[in-house]
């Protein structure tokens, strides 16, 4: 092949067309192949030597700025989440200080006297009450979730960064939090320290605790909310290869997390046992679930279009809501998006998601006040299931009576003794929190009746009765420290109402 000087570069490889979106290995065999034409040109005397290093060094640049990747601008994050602006930490240490007051001086008692706790096996700590919004990530393996997390705190090329890679990297349940330095705390560290909302997980045993990992570091968004990544389902390996009760692990995370994230992307649509399974434990927290397509950039938009459609023809059949979950579409990392797609889709979008992150962040006192209030309901609702047991029992017994046949007989048929239908009668309770009849065979199980007195009898002329301090602090002193909370906020400018997201993000615990 004849070259002159004034041929253009195409001309003399023809293949920089694909060398520009080739690996490394493609990189190297392009580049030598351009040599070994240069310098068969060069025997002929057609190019120069100093033509040939001019040609080099062109092309050597244009590939380190094609291969070098441009970083997004996360000046926006910032912005939605409001990181500049000073929270009232008074305000709301105060506020949090009333709540452990009401619980332990109210609740805790009746959970106590009526063994709640080996009902719903979720025990209360201080921890748990003076704990920051937690943000589950959860989703097959590879699709984003360490990726999201590490955009989000800003630690990509940081020492600190979580790791991720094409192949199962994360294996553990890591959970970010604040700290005054950056530095990693065992599992078995975060299971003893009761000041944490972590010491349950030590039921769980000593294998799992080897697989949770905690790391604390300054952070802005981490004085306001913890993050937990967990490993990624894998539908070709079996539970119990985990070496831990993974589905369980999974269920004590979801009961406690203010927002949950699973995340896919265009690769990993398909529904396997796993991942059905985990979707049977989020049923219930539907207004808490957010699904979020990742690496929307890698396809066109028709191609995205059709990928949209096919998560949610997969996602059907597992969340059976009249309102499907709020879905995101983006792509959630450092780098820029990728040429000729939905930019402004894709930014606008995640502008949406970090104003859900941020409404979570806004009413973590207005949802903890409500859990603990809703907490409160169920003690109530079973301290007066276990006393009306009690009453029948002690209606039914009579001197010749066995008693372990009379109350068997009143636990495997509660209906015909109207143990369910008195409470409704009765007491301002809704049939649909009335807990399973089949759950008391089991309590009773390991808690003999005669183990429990009437709710008559729990009362004391200095402390009162334990019944009437839960119905006040139902009924009065939960929703007026709710109330002190709202009527303290000022309402503030959202990034969605500046940027034109067109929607505002729901509080599952008020009506819009």
Known sequence: MDISPSTSWPSVCPTSSFCMHSNLPGLVYIVCETIRVLLAAIMKGTVSICCLLTLLFLQATAEVEEFDPVLRDRSHIDETLRLATEEKAADYAAAIQKLRKIYHSSIKPMEQAYKYNELRQHEISDGEITSKPMVLFLGPWSVGKSSMINYLLGLHDSPYQLYTGAEPTTSEFTVIMHGEKIRSVEGIVMAADSSRSFSPLEKFGQNFLEKLIGIEMPHKLLERVTFVDTPGIIENRKQQERGYPFNDVCQWFIDRADLIFVVFDPTKLDVGLELEMLFRQLKGRESQIRIILNKADNLATQDLMRVYGALFWSLAPLINVTEPPRVYVSSFWPYDYAPDTSRELFKREEIS???????????????????????????????????????????????????????????????????????????????FDLPNRDAYRDFFGINPITNFKPLTSQ??????????????AITNELPALLSGINSGKQPGLSSCEVTGCGEKPKNRYRKN
């Open 353 to 431: 998601l970090l104003e859900d992150l941020n409404q979570v962040i806004e009413n973590r006192m207005e949802n903890k006040i409500a859990f603990i209030r809703q907490h409160a309901i169920r003690v109530r609702i079973h301290a007066l299931l276990v006393d009306r047991y009690v009453q029948t029992f002690k209606d039914k017994m009579s001197f010749f009576s066995d008693p372990e046949l009379v109350f068997q007989e009143i636990v495997d048929e509660p209906d015909k003794f109207y143990i369910f239908k008195s409470i409704l009668a009765k007491t301002n309770v809704s049939k």
């Open 459 to 472: 009362c004391s002329y200095i402390g009162g009765c334990l019944l009437d301090k839960i119905e006040k």
